[in-house]
């Protein structure tokens, strides 16, 4: 209303008078608002009217005047002015709204209003004001109009304070210096000055060993003059064969460079190892049961393993602060639910142009095409009308989505604008007119078109354009290329009641997987996709952990058997053994699971992916080097019996077997010190494998050696070992692969001059990796954590190409604070009587910078928007009781028992502490209307957890969003400033209340 009466005194329709002179001087008017219109008597209308100035004889619009216009009064209590009485009450009347409007910024309002009112009261109204579009101020004398304008910064007296940093950026606190960028300490050295440093470290270092194995060599040489010269070598020679290369072992430089301790554990541990083989071959059953007991013991844990398939609790440390915080805000509020998110484009890259309602041509994007925008919304239907059967009941997405009020489901979709009405989308003007003023003002329940239409949700929400669409430049929403559908549903803890929910999310999935639209082009997820994809990407595949052991079992066939004829195939070929090997593989396997549930530790698809190979690997290669060192041994005598060469050759191994395994089994319980369970679960099993593999080799399969053995040197086939055939004796024969490690490699490898050009090469290649190292980034990327033809894939490069706006962000204050206290509520909220450094002001101050903070929008606030909603004079409509019960009285009521819970005298002003907890739980339990709309309270109200029979408020928090955070860089640099700012907060509060930031 105001903005028309306004409207009409500026356009000043007065043709027929604007050929008369108007005398400019001190004292004198141009214009009168209270001429009669030609057109109609009782219109009024602007008209010319030079005349003196007067006083007004009416004293009660001489005092409306005052308290508006109080500039007007400054010099005397009774002064001469160009407006009548009814040109008074029509800008009393016309500034209802403004006064309401620039209420939280005084020195906004002090300009405005002294702007209208020397404009249409001011005695000197004649020397700034002039009837003719031609004039000009020096010709006519007029001069400009003079009056003090305050900026919003400042305060217009002792009493006011200046604007609200909502309203005004000059009155915000000084900017918290967030640091430019975080991350690991490596990346904030200077590259240069460190590849310079590392050169200089590691050019030292392979001087000085070059020039210490110059030394050595001259001294080794000497040393083997004097030892061939004593000639003493040849009394410490084996004999044998195969240990020449070990026999400078016995040698004297071998004795002086070998301590005496050490050769004496080794020949400890070859004693040990001799007797625990004699001892096994000789008691073969005893070993066969005990490694039979200690399997079956271990498996029978498999009836109590589980199978942890969250990410969040196996990837995530429970004694860390940030799991611990997510634990308290899931226990104190409501938990953040799970959404399901479509992005939709067109195949059309063309827009169209649309002329609004009033207005000149706009260029939309081809989303908003109408055709498009009924397909669109076509499929938002669909989707909400999806069922799912689950055990005998009907799930729909009424009964699993996340509601906020009247049971009514909360959803994010460009359709809220027109609450999700086709009829208002018929028009194409009128909805491009309704869309660009609900996008630049989301809040408003009266879009100010000639329809009036709101541009609140169905649950009376507004809905963010940054939310809803994608792909438009700068802030020009109308541009937008994408359209944005978020459906948000419960995040139950209970399991059966989870289940539901992603029964139904399995029903959307399935539903979008097969959806086809030549106009339309989507990309889609769910609450549970990333879930499907570790278990779709990490469970063991049965197919290819049978194919690596049928190869690993052929590779141990064709490598540990020996023959010199076709008919030795059957006699010398190690089936048997091969066999026997990968069984008790995957017995350690099952075993080390079994131990999992015997703990009742959950352990991960992952786990039980990589253990099997890991097993596999370890316990073929001890195989081998059994076996193969065993057909290598020369026995003494021919009457010397298998079994003595059996415990001779593990006599010979079994320490080094055994350093081994207790080496591996070591490395992996210490992982087991890892507060990840993914990584603890894994360790545990890990080393249950290796450990009962080991055992099960010295003991199983050192007897299934002996008897092939034994078959072997008989004659007998192996696997048909009733056959027995003549086979010509085996020689030991090196495999080719034995001598051109033994006879070329090694020696060409242990070489003095290649030994030191290896070391220096892997010497450069650590100081290299350290200098590449300052270049990781943290994280990992969520397109580089699926495979190209998951559907996910697609979805996250959309993402990147059409998001605005990145995932919200919540400041909990997660301890009581008593809010009915005007200290308290000075350091939370953001108005004009708010701290500087109050916890609303230093979050708007880091979305203020948000390059650097990561945050994008100023936060949401539950208490500021339960001091609008009380009111009087800017929401009379919200917070209202009945006189006769002192019961609340709803804003669609409308009775005159009704009355407003403070008077509008106290307008901005506090309630107080009894007020306070009054009129809150009204607050929080109000669903908003069209009548009484303040802040977004349909979400605001899980933003306090309020104990109702106690009346305290237990925790809060305050809610904003990321800008889009493109990869992991920029998430682990947000949640750091986001920290950083928490950190702040909380040393500004003050009272021993710990805010942490949770997203």
């Keep these: 209303?105001?903005?028309?009466?306004?409207?009409?005194?500026?356009?000043?329709?007065?043709?027929?008078?604007?050929?008369?002179?108007?005398?400019?001087?001190?004292?004198?008017?141009?214009?009168?608002?209270?001429?009669?219109?030609?057109?109609?008597?009782?219109?009024?209308?602007?008209?010319?009217?030079?005349?003196?100035?007067?006083?007004?004889?009416?004293?009660?619009?001489?005092?409306?005047?005052?308290?508006?216009?109080?500039?007007?009064?400054?010099?005397?209590?009774?002064?001469?002015?160009?407006?009548?009485?009814?040109?008074?009450?029509?800008?009393?009347?016309?500034?209802?709204?403004?006064?309401?409007?620039?209420?939280?910024?005084?020195?906004?309002?002090?300009?405005?209003?002294?702007?209208?009112?020397?404009?249409?009261?001011?005695?000197?109204?004649?020397?700034?004001?002039?009837?003719?579009?031609?004039?000009?101020?020096?010709?006519?004398?007029?001069?400009?109009?003079?009056?003090?304008?305050?900026?919003?910064?400042?305060?217009?007296?002792?009493?006011?304070?200046?604007?609200?940093?909502?309203?005004?950026?000059?009155?915000?606190?000084?900017?918290?210096?967030?640091?430019?960028?975080?991350g690991p300490f490596w990346q904030f050295v200077n590259y240069e000055a460190l590849i310079f440093y590392l050169s200089m470290i590691f050019a030292l270092i392979a001087s000085s060993f070059l020039l210490y194995q110059l030394l050595n060599n001259i001294i080794s040489k000497k040393n083997q003059e004097f030892l061939e010269s004593a000639d003493i070598s040849q009394e410490f020679s084996t004999g044998n064969e195969d240990d020449d290369t070990i026999s400078n072992a016995f040698s004297l430089s071998g004795l002086l460079s070998t301590s005496f301790q050490e050769r004496r554990i080794k020949c400890r541990l070859e004693q040990l190892c001799f007797w625990w083989a004699v001892k096994v071959i000789n008691y073969p059953i005893i070993a066969f049961f005990t490694a039979a007991y200690v399997v079956c013991f271990c498996s029978v844990g498999l009836r109590w393993f589980t199978i942890n398939d969250d990410p969040v609790s196996f990837l995530s440390d429970p004694y860390d602060n940030a799991y611990k915080e997510m634990q308290t805000f899931n226990g104190i509020?409501?938990?953040?639910?799970?959404?399901?998110?479509?992005?939709i484009s067109t195949q059309n890259p063309n827009g169209q142009w649309i002329r609004p309602n009033l207005g000149d041509p706009v260029y939309f994007g081809p989303v908003f095409n109408h055709s498009i925008l009924l397909q669109i919304f076509q499929l938002e239907n669909d989707i909400r009308s999806l069922t799912v059967d689950f055990n005998g009941k009907t799930v729909t997405l009424q009964d699993v989505c996340f509601s906020l009020i009247n049971h009514t489901c909360a959803f994010s979709s460009p359709f809220n604008w027109w609450q999700d009405n086709?009829?208002?989308?018929?028009?194409?003007?009128?909805?491009?007119?309704?869309?660009?003023?609900?996008?630049?003002?989301?809040?408003?329940?009266?879009?100010?078109?000639?329809?009036?239409?709101?541009?609140?949700?169905?649950?009376?929400?507004?809905?963010?354009?940054?939310?809803?669409?994608?792909?438009?430049?700068?802030?020009?929403?109308?541009?937008?290329?994408?359209?944005?559908?978020?459906?948000?549903?419960?995040?139950?803890?209970?399991?059966?009641?989870?289940?539901?929910?992603?029964?139904?999310?399995?029903?959307?999935?399935?539903?979008?997987?097969?959806?086809?639209?030549?106009?339309?082009?989507?990309?889609?997820?769910?609450?549970?996709?990333?879930?499907?994809?570790?278990?779709?990407?990490?469970?063991?595949?049965?197919h290819i952990v049978a194919i690596s052991y049928s190869i690993m079992f052929l590779y141990i066939i064709l490598f540990l058997g020996r023959w010199n004829c076709s008919t030795a195939i059957l006699v010398n070929s190690k089936i048997v053994v091969g066999a026997t090997a990968i069984l008790l593989i995957a017995c350690s396997v099952v075993s080390g699971v079994g131990v999992m549930g015997w703990s009742h530790i959950p352990t991960t698809m992952i786990a039980l992916q990589i253990v099997p190979m890991l097993?596999?690997?370890?316990?073929?290669?001890?195989?081998?080097?059994?076996?193969?060192?065993?057909?290598?041994?020369?026995?003494?005598?021919?009457?010397?019996?298998?079994?003595?060469?059996v415990a001779i050759t593990f006599g010979k191994i079994g320490p080094g077997i055994l350093m081994t395994?207790?080496?591996e089994i070591s490395a992996f319980l210490l992982g087991t010190f890892s507060s990840i369970p993914a990584a603890k679960s894994f360790s545990i099993c890990a080393s249950c494998a290796i450990a009962v593999n080991f055992f099960l080799q010295i003991t199983v399969l050192m007897v299934v050696l002996n008897i092939d053995v034994n078959r072997q040197r008989q004659g007998f086939f192996d696997v048909f070992c009733c056959i027995k055939a003549v086979v010509p004796p085996l020689t030991n024969v090196r495999l080719y692969t034995y001598n051109f490690f033994y006879?070329?490699?090694?020696?060409?490898?242990l070489s003095p001059v290649v030994r030191c050009l290896v070391l220096v090469s892997f010497g450069s290649l650590f100081f290299t990796s350290c200098c590449l190292a300052t270049k990781v980034s943290l994280g990992l990327e969520p397109i580089s954590s699926v495979p190209k033809n998951s559907y996910l894939y697609n979805y996250f490069n959309t993402v990147q190409k059409f998001s605005r706006v990145g995932p919200p962000l919540y400041f909990v204050v997660s301890e009581p604070l008593d809010y009915s206290n005007n200290t308290i509520q000075n350091k939370v909220c953001r108005s004009m009587e708010c701290d500087d450094y109050s916890i609303t002001h230093l979050i708007a101050s880091a979305a203020m910078q948000s390059n650097i903070s990561y945050m994008m929008n100023p936060p949401s606030s539950w208490l500021d928007a339960f001091f609008d909603w009380l009111d009087a004079n800017r929401n009379p409509l919200c917070c209202r009781e009945f006189e006769s019960n002192g019961s609340f009285c709803s804003s669609t009521v409308f009775e005159v028992d009704c009355r407003s819970c403070l008077s509008i005298n106290r307008s901005g002003m506090r309630p107080t502490e009894e007020e306070f907890w009054k009129f809150i739980p009204w607050f929080l339990n109000d669903i908003p209307t069209s009548n009484c709309f303040t802040g977004d309270r349909a979400l605001i109200r899980h933003a306090v957890s309020f104990n109702f029979s106690s009346n305290v408020i237990q925790a809060s928090y305050f809610s904003t969003y990321h800008t889009l955070l493109k990869n992991s860089s920029d998430s682990v640099?947000?949640?750091?400033?986001?920290?950083?700012?928490?950190?702040?907060?909380?040393?500004?509060l003050n009272e021993d209340v710990k805010v942490f930031p949770y997203r």
């Excluded at 010319?48 to 100035?53: K, L, Q, S, T």
């Excluded at 006879?743 to 490898?749: L, N, R, T, V």
């Excluded at 640099?973 to 500004?988: C, G, P, S």
Aim: aromatic share 10%.
């Design 615 to 645: 097993v596999l690997a370890i316990g073929v290669d001890n195989v081998f080097i059994f076996v193969q060192r065993y057909q290598r041994y020369i026995p003494s005598s021919i009457e010397e019996p298998d079994s003595l060469g």
């Design 422 to 542: 086709l009829d208002n989308l018929s028009d194409i003007s009128q909805y491009s007119s309704h869309f660009l003023s609900c996008a630049n003002r989301p809040e408003q329940s009266d879009d100010g078109t000639a329809q009036h239409q709101s541009c609140l949700s169905t649950w009376g929400s507004p809905t963010f354009p940054s939310v809803v669409l994608g792909g438009y430049p700068d802030k020009n929403y109308q541009n937008s290329t994408a359209l944005i559908i978020t459906f948000t549903v419960i995040d139950q803890p209970d399991l059966k009641l989870r289940t539901a929910v992603e029964a139904w999310e399995a029903k959307y999935l399935s539903f979008l997987a097969n959806y086809s639209n030549p106009n339309l082009t989507i990309a889609y997820s769910a609450g549970r996709s990333i879930t499907d994809e570790i278990e779709n990407h990490s469970f063991p595949d049965p």
């Design 333 to 343: 509020f409501t938990p953040v639910p799970r959404t399901e998110q479509i992005i």
């Design 743 to 749: 006879y070329y490699f090694a020696p060409f490898i």
């Design 1 to 182: 209303m105001f903005l028309d009466v306004l409207f009409f005194i500026v356009t000043l329709s007065i043709k027929q008078e604007l050929a008369q002179y108007i005398e400019h001087k001190p004292g004198y008017c141009a214009f009168t608002t209270n001429c009669v219109s030609p057109i109609a008597d009782k219109i009024h209308t602007p008209c010319v009217n030079n005349r003196h100035a007067k006083s007004l004889n009416n004293a009660h619009v001489k005092e409306e005047l005052k308290q508006l216009c109080p500039t007007l009064f400054q010099d005397t209590h009774d002064p001469e002015l160009c407006c009548h009485a009814v040109d008074v009450m029509s800008l009393v009347n016309a500034m209802e709204f403004p006064i309401r409007a620039f209420e939280r910024c005084p020195s906004c309002l002090h300009n405005f209003l002294q702007l209208w009112c020397r404009f249409i009261c001011s005695a000197n109204q004649s020397l700034f004001v002039n009837i003719d579009e031609a004039s000009s101020f020096i010709e006519n004398g007029m001069i400009p109009l003079h009056g003090t304008i305050f900026s919003c910064s400042d305060s217009i007296n002792s009493q006011r304070k200046p604007c609200d940093c909502a309203d005004c950026r000059a009155s915000c606190p000084a900017l918290s210096r967030f640091p430019l960028t975080s």
């Design 973 to 988: 640099n947000a949640i750091n400033q986001a920290l950083f700012l928490a950190k702040n907060i909380t040393r500004n």
């Design 661 to 663: 395994c207790f080496a």
